[in-house]
């Protein structure tokens, strides 16, 4: 496991890049992730439906971003975890970065298609064309992703995965000292 110092660190990657792994590598932090707010907060509508819809989609993301920021004033370190694709994330960051400044980073994970596709179908049982289709749309839009202050390739083994990590939050410790 690795420590990180208050620190609010975003992951953002496509369905099963492996953000919840990585988020768990990272010790004494308290991770959030938008898909819980969102199914916490869905009343039995459709998933989907609840999703698309931007009002819906506001009060979530205003409860994501509460979350983060009373944890961060309670010193914890906070990995909050999101696809990156929705708009409301650049100024939920841009909001962030203002009142903490040199505190709140963003990892991007970045892994081949096929890895992505046979995670998704082993874990959740969606069908492979289906996958495909989400990871489509997903590149398809990557372009409009805020840029990352870093980036793993998420395909390798735990191993290299726990030393990449390893390297950014010493990379982010040392900006910060």
């Not at 992730?33 to 698309?52: C, L, R």
Request: charge should be positive.
């Amino acid at each position: 496991m690795l420590v990180i110092m208050t620190k609010i660190i975003f992951i953002i990657g496509p369905i099963s890049s492996g953000k919840s792994t990585l988020a768990k590598l990272i010790k004494n932090s308290v991770i959030i992730e938008i898909d819980d707010i969102y199914e916490s907060n869905f009343n039995g509508k459709e998933f989907s439906q609840a999703y698309s819809n931007k009002k819906f989609q506001k009060i979530c993301w205003e409860k994501f971003y509460d979350k983060i920021k009373m944890n961060k004033l309670n010193n914890k370190s906070v990995v909050a975890l999101t696809t990156g694709l929705n708009p409301m994330l650049k100024p939920l960051l841009k909001k962030l970065k203002k009142e903490f400044p040199k505190e709140v980073y963003l990892i991007k994970l970045k892994s081949d298609k096929d890895t992505l596709a046979s995670r998704t179908i082993q874990r959740k049982g969606i069908q492979k064309r289906t996958v495909l289709a989400t990871l489509d749309t997903y590149q398809k839009l990557e372009k409009q992703i805020i840029k990352a202050d870093f980036m793993i390739d998420s395909s390798q083994d735990l191993k290299s995965l726990k030393k990449r990590l390893r390297d950014i939050l010493r990379s982010i410790q040392n900006h910060n000292s």
